[in-house]
């Protein structure tokens, strides 16, 4: 068994207990299962609220042996001084010894009003891989910890105002945030100009160019009778908006008066209105309903043409 | 159209008389065609008729040469501020042996051969007046002397100047709306006519004008008749259903269709439109405009030529606006024609 008595090794004070740990453990066990031990501490004075302590403690164990990890000490309050802000094991292996580093972090949070003396409680691990548990017992600490104030200076302190928050730049996000709002707002209004806008514009704009769309439409193998009705009112609707009222059969020939561009195809017009005033006042079904309905769009598309041409 | 004539009534030989009654009008009162045309429409649809226009138009001669055509009993009263009821019912005297008696006024005199009653100047007659002849036109029937009298063939005509508004009583809503038609009768626009009317002496003497009248050109009896035969003869497609009742609807609320009329706020505008009974008049009077046009079916022009006539007088304005009815009335109904599509 190595007895080992390290040296010192930092600026800390250095301790080995090894000695007293054999004590408190049966020589024999301990001897097959712990090849050494050496706890570091710092210095035991000149401590205030709020500083770290910190106890470091070296086990080597003989394979199979290994620490019960679960036996380390839990985070939280310890005592009215100090609360436990860390504990871990560090492993390596290494020539069938496993070596633990086992770092205690304790933190002061309470300040004494006069030099006090505190001692951090002895500490308890188990190892675990040989027949038995093998306790290993890590000795109380005594430390001083200091007031941070003199008593008299204690009556007059008063709280200092809260510190004011630091300040973010924000100037270049205000400046994108705007940039982004006017980039989404000039989207928004090219997309109502190109699917609300410009339709209508086109449809009070070129009637016919609308009413073609329609009717194209409703250019289907299976187009019927209802299909050329909905085609002729589209395209009722088409002369009424070019003529700013509605035409009927009796004042067409006013409307190609007023519009002479349209007056190429006059005949076909006023066969177009005596044929759709047969259909929805006289109750009459195209006999054809695809050939008439093409007839239709034939005529619309020469209004079309006529609509964007200079009169 | 033929097979359904057959069992009713020979439209197309009415059409011809109907049209015959209307070229003896035309001969004797020039540059009225539009009027006596919606006149022939209100005897066809068995409607009465209010005759408005400024004074020496020829609304009398008018309705004196229609009553001609028409053969049956014809009368005539004046509208006065002090008529009364009674003076329609009846009248006293004295005979000739110095005894009291009661006589049949001129809406008994004729019983139930009564075809043609005019009444002028109706606008001067009191309320009282108005009441009896709303009961007459709704009912054809009067009660006096402890029984009904009944005019199934009575046709009532009334004339109102619009010159003199002073002493008037206005025909309440209710009465108006029994009339078929308002009809406005303006000075013929063509100034070759006019001259003629000043200068021809033929025109100078009504009663020797109303002599070139043929007389009794159709049976009063069996216009009741005719006006169902017509009725049920002449087609109305649903498009020209929905179209008519479009117009009739829009008389309520013009600012729908966008309408505007000048120097008029269009929201304070109009009180009530058409009535449902107007929109029943409004296609009862097409269905005839559409028969004495040789259609078999009613067609948008058919509604047009009698829309105003039918219509106007049932709209009715805030009073604010009542004494530019002639304008307004005639604007409104020409912009709802031009703003309601058909199909």
Partial sequence: MNKNVSPRSRGDTLCVWTALVLCLTPAAIAAQSISDIRIVTPRDFGYTIGDKIRHEMHLSLYEPHQLDTTTLPKTGRLNRWLEIAQAEAIVEHRDAIVFYRIIVDYQIFNAPPQLASVTIPQLEFLTTGGANPIPVFIPAWTFSIAPITSPHARQSLSLRPDRQPHAIPVISRSIRLLISALLLTGLLMYLAYRHWLLPRLNRERYPFSSALAKLLKLQRPDSGPQNYRFGLKAFHAAVNATAGHVVFAGNLHDFLLANSKYAPIRAELAALYARSQDIFFNDAEAAEPRASLQELVDICRRCRTFERSVA | ?343
């Fill in chain 2, 1 to 343: 159209m033929t097979e359904n004539l057959s069992s009713d009534v020979q439209l197309a030989d009415w059409q011809a008389l109907a049209l015959a009654i209307e070229g003896a009008l035309k001969k004797v009162m020039v540059g009225q065609d539009k009027a006596i045309r919606l006149l022939c429409i209100a005897t066809f649809a068995r409607g009465h008729v209010i005759l408005e226009g400024n004074i020496g138009v020829g609304k009398t001669t008018l309705l004196r040469a229609l009553a001609r055509t028409l053969g049956g009993g014809y009368e005539r009263i004046e509208g006065t501020v002090d008529l009364m009821p009674s003076d329609l019912v009846y009248y006293t005297y004295v005979d000739a042996d110095g005894k009291p008696q009661v006589a049949p006024g001129p809406l008994l005199k004729h019983g139930e051969a009564l075809a043609t009653f005019f009444f002028n100047e109706v606008n001067r007659a009191r309320p009282q007046m108005h009441s009896l002849m709303l009961r007459v036109m709704a009912e054809r029937s009067v009660s006096a002397f402890n029984r009904e009298y009944r005019f199934p063939h009575l046709q009532v005509f009334a004339d109102r100047n619009r010159v003199e508004r002073e002493e008037t009583f206005e025909i309440p809503a209710a009465a108006r709306d029994r009339f078929l038609m308002e009809i406005e009768i303006e000075p013929p626009a063509d100034p070759g006519l006019l001259r003629d009317l000043m200068v021809d002496p033929r025109f100078h003497d009504t009663e020797q004008l109303l002599d070139e009248v043929a007389t009794a050109i159709v049976d009063y009896r069996e216009l009741n008749g005719v006006s169902v035969a017509i009725q049920r003869n002449i087609h109305t497609s649903d498009a020209i259903q929905q179209y008519a009742l479009n117009l009739c609807r829009a008389t309520s609320d013009p600012v729908a269709l966008g309408i505007r009329l000048p120097d008029t706020d269009m929201a304070r505008l109009i009180l009530a439109g058409v009535s449902p009974r107007g929109m029943s008049y409004l296609l009862r009077a097409a269905r005839v405009a559409a028969w004495l046009d040789g259609h078999e079916s009613v067609l948008p022009e058919d509604v047009h030529e009698v829309f105003l006539a039918v219509v106007a007088h049932r709209v009715f304005f805030r009073p604010a606006y009542e004494l530019r009815r002639g304008e307004l009335a005639k604007e409104l109904t020409e912009q709802i024609m031009q703003s309601i599509a058909t199909p």
